[in-house]
């Protein structure tokens, strides 16, 4: 059954044509959690003297993710938390990086660390992320964090899988009982977000690049999804008639001789059958930065045993 055109909290961003679905405004839930951190943090500092705060550190000089950085030490501080990057030279050797993340796990003023990906070819990414102390882990990939996930326990939650779920939650309500399929199975988003719809109630499939019949199996589903890193791969033919459909997808594709961002989800197609769609850009991915500041904020509470803020899964 079509449900009536409904954008939480704020307007609906703009899109290339007027869909059936509701659009589920990413961008303004955003905006909305970075208010609510905001309040959180001035009373962190006015009441109990403590500032937040999140080290960002890049290693090379790689174009997208100096934007990134640059956009996640703008909204810590307008967030009114401590930002604190570090930039290392491509040809940083592994132990360098090492020590750096040693003094950063030690540092009292340091309660959430990131370490941009992708690293360079020299470094191994699970050896460094796993240096991390996991209590400030805010991109949840340490391994303790991700069998804490795994088995249903307090974890710090990878950030993207985690703004889906709030995306979801707060369009659906309870997911319990819904039958998800999740397409991609990375573990930055494919299997932590099938982890946390398992654990709201949600039959889960994963499905990859080995499934058979990825349609069909797209079609069983009330809510898909999908993080594959393949421009508009997903069609409206593909998607039950009022599911939630969630693209993560980022793609830059050349149209009519124009840079555009398009999703793994064919926008116009999947907005005349889906009930809600998010939108690219405007839908995950500004979520995915918020969800960093409310992990860091998370982080900072339990390191000073202070109840947590509330606002993560
Ligand atoms: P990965 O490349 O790590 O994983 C892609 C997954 O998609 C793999 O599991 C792969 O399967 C699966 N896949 C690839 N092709 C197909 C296919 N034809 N049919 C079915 N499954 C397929 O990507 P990420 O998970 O890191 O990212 C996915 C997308 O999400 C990208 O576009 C990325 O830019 C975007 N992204 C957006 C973020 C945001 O903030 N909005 C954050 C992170 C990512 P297999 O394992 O079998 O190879």
Redesign the pocket.
């Known amino acids: 059954m079509r449900q009536a055109l409904f954008i939480p909290m704020t307007e609906a961003a703009s899109v290339p044509s007027s869909p059936a679905a509701a659009l589920i405004d990413g961008k303004a839930f955003a905006a909305t959690l970075r208010q609510r951190l905001a309040e959180q943090v001035a009373v962190l500092r006015t009441e109990h003297g403590i500032m937040p705060g999140l080290a960002v550190v890049l290693v090379g000089e790689d174009p997208a993710s100096q934007v990134y950085v640059r956009n996640k030490g703008r909204q810590t501080l307008e967030c009114g938390m401590n930002s604190f990057e570090h930039k290392l030279d491509a040809g940083t050797s592994e132990a360098d990086l090492l020590g750096l993340i040693g003094r950063l796990n030690s540092d009292p003023q340091v309660h959430g660390i990131l370490v941009q990906l992708p690293l360079p070819a020299h470094m191994d990414a699970n050896k460094v992320i796993n240096a991390i102390d996991p209590t400030k882990d805010v991109d949840g990939f340490h391994i303790l964090n991700v069998g804490l996930l795994g088995t249903g326990q307090k974890a710090m939650v990878p950030?993207?899988p985690l703004?889906c779920l709030m995306l979801l939650r707060d369009r659906l309500g309870k997911l319990e009982g819904l039958s998800a399929v999740v397409?991609?199975?990375?573990?930055?988003?494919?299997k932590p977000m099938a982890q946390l719809l398992l654990g709201d109630g949600c039959t889960v499939t994963i499905?990859?690049?080995?499934?058979q019949d990825?349609a069909s199996v797209v079609r069983q589903a009330d809510i898909v999804v999908v993080?594959?890193?393949?421009p508009e791969?997903v069609r409206g033919e593909w998607i039950k008639p009022g599911a939630t459909v969630i693209d993560?997808?980022?793609?830059r594709v050349e149209r009519d001789g124009q840079n555009k961002l398009v999703?793994?989800v064919h926008f116009d197609s999947a907005a005349a059958v889906a009930g809600a769609l998010t939108p690219v850009p405007g839908?995950?991915?500004p979520?995915?930065i918020a969800c960093l500041l409310a992990n860091t904020l998370t982080a900072c509470c339990r390191n000073h045993g202070l109840p947590e803020a509330g606002l993560a899964a």
């Open positions: 950030c993207t703004g397409v991609g199975r990375s573990n930055i988003v494919g499905a990859h690049s080995r499934t990825l993080a594959v890193g393949r791969m993560v997808g980022i793609n999703g793994d839908g995950v991915g979520m995915t």
